[in-house]
């Protein structure tokens, strides 16, 4: 249900758009899937994802000999599904059963890192595990103050120091306290100016160093956070911090405030980073774990 009310604006638009199409011309021609391809661009699917979702598809109706176009639709969402669950067996996230999970949180301002962090931590927390967060965007004015909200709101502690301090010592004392209280999970913001790019990625790069000199093995996971409303800008931060650091997952943001949903097709196709969560709006409860079935039901139920 949460997956079919965050997903209404993408249901709407696409799913109005290829009943429309369906009922405009009865008989599969080129000119159809033509048309299909169109929808799907403009769904923020990507053009290389649409071109190959496009080639499965005529050699599906092909091979079932599929002359009536409503027939096709079902196709459709078989297609959109397997497409997503290629990579299926990676969206979980990657947390240790027996250690300490250490999660870096990457993304630029203004995507939605803070509040992700602060569902993604209620979300643990209701799973029964100890979390606790550090204020690694010592950079952005009150992302310090805006994540200790968080903390408040979702009962865990968050290690901090003034704004402008180096992100690694803020870690390296975030490592140090989760560690004296034994946490399950230590979740660690950081800045997200791209502006300065080699910074940025000097910056990454320090902090990870710490927590992997800290805690072997770790960070454990590196998620990516964008913002789905940004469409095909979304792939290209993807790209960018990829670079700077081993992304090892993507929490895609406000997918509830967009119609072109389709992004997270485009996100799985063409990268080879798995979408782990979901922001299906702004409140505490409104992050999902990303599961393919559902997405897809989401968009055509
Ligand atoms: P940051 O600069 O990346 O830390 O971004 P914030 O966490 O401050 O979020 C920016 C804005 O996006 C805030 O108004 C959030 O409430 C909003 N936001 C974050 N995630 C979602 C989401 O999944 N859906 C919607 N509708 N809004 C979101």
New binding site residues.
Partial sequence: EKFKDGLTKTRDSFSGKVNDLVSRFRKVDEEFFEELEEILISADVGVMTVMDLIDDLKDEVRKRNIQDTKDVRPVISEKLAELLQEKEEDSNLNLQSNAMTVMLVV??????????IGKLANKLKNDGKSVLLAAGDTF?AG?ID?LEVWGERVGCEVVKQQEGSDPAAVIFDAIQSAKSKNVDVLICDTA?RLQNKVNLMKELEKVKRVIEREIPGAPHEVLL?LDATTGQNALSQAKTFSEATNVTGIAL?????TAKGGIVLAIRHELDIPVKLI????GID?LQDFDAEQFVYGLFS
């Avoid at 993304?107 to 992700?116: A, P």
């Avoid at 943001?253 to 405030?257: A, E, P």
């Avoid at 922001?279 to 702004?282: F, V, W």
Wanted: proline share 0%.
């Fill in positions: 993304g630029v301002n203004g995507v939605g890192k803070t509040t992700t952005r992302a805006q997200g956070v943001t406000k997918l509830d405030g922001g299906l709006g702004e409104d």
